[in-house]
């Protein structure tokens, strides 16, 4: 039995949740509203204040669907309650970021600004050299903030780029004179 997938989900007060025919899931919360379809080979049952996910069988696919099936409803129940959020770090002389409306525009050492659009459910907030992303949805949010270090990773030698706050960028000996 998968240790993840055999834990309860508790949905809190406020939240409610509907399983529609098709294994489609829907969570509605003060924060927002989420909707997925999930694997029809999985058995989704709400009790009460919990969610349950069990498996119909101990088939490979089956076992590989069962703990992520939960992770993914369990995110949804904590995406409408609390929201997630990534913070990113820039890094670098004249690397600024700044808001205009709800483009995101970065100077990073180009030739040109690049400019961002928030995506739909996703707010960015831009603090000195910090810039956080939040929303409701774990992927939306994380996949944002993935293209946005995407524009200027760190480099290893002098750590100039734009980082996640919590990430460890491995540093490299520069070049050494001739002996």
């Not at 069962?66 to 995406?79: A, C, F, Y």
């Not at 997630?84 to 990073?108: C, D, H, M, P, T």
């Amino acid at each position: 039995m998968s240790r993840i997938g055999k834990l309860p989900i508790e949905v809190p007060a406020g939240v409610t949740v509907t399983i529609a025919e098709g294994n489609v899931m829907t969570v509605q919360g003060p924060k927002g509203t989420l909707a997925r379809t999930f694997d029809s080979a999985m058995n989704i049952v709400q009790e009460g204040n919990q969610v349950l996910v069990t498996r119909p069988n101990d088939l490979k696919r089956n076992r590989s669907l069962h703990g992520l099936t939960r992770t993914l409803i369990s995110n949804m129940v904590e995406g409408v309650t609390t929201g997630f959020n990534k913070v990113l770090e820039i890094n670098g002389v004249g690397y600024r970021a700044q808001k205009q409306g709800k483009k995101l525009v970065l100077s990073l050492g180009y030739s040109h600004p690049v400019e961002m659009e928030d995506p739909e459910g996703i707010s960015s907030v831009v603090e000195g050299n910090k810039i956080t992303i939040s929303g409701i949805s774990k992927e939306h949010v994380g996949q944002f903030a993935a293209e946005i270090r995407f524009k200027r990773p760190p480099e290893p030698y002098k750590g100039k780029g734009i980082k996640y706050i919590d990430e460890v960028i491995r540093r490299k000996e520069g070049k050494t004179g001739k002996k």
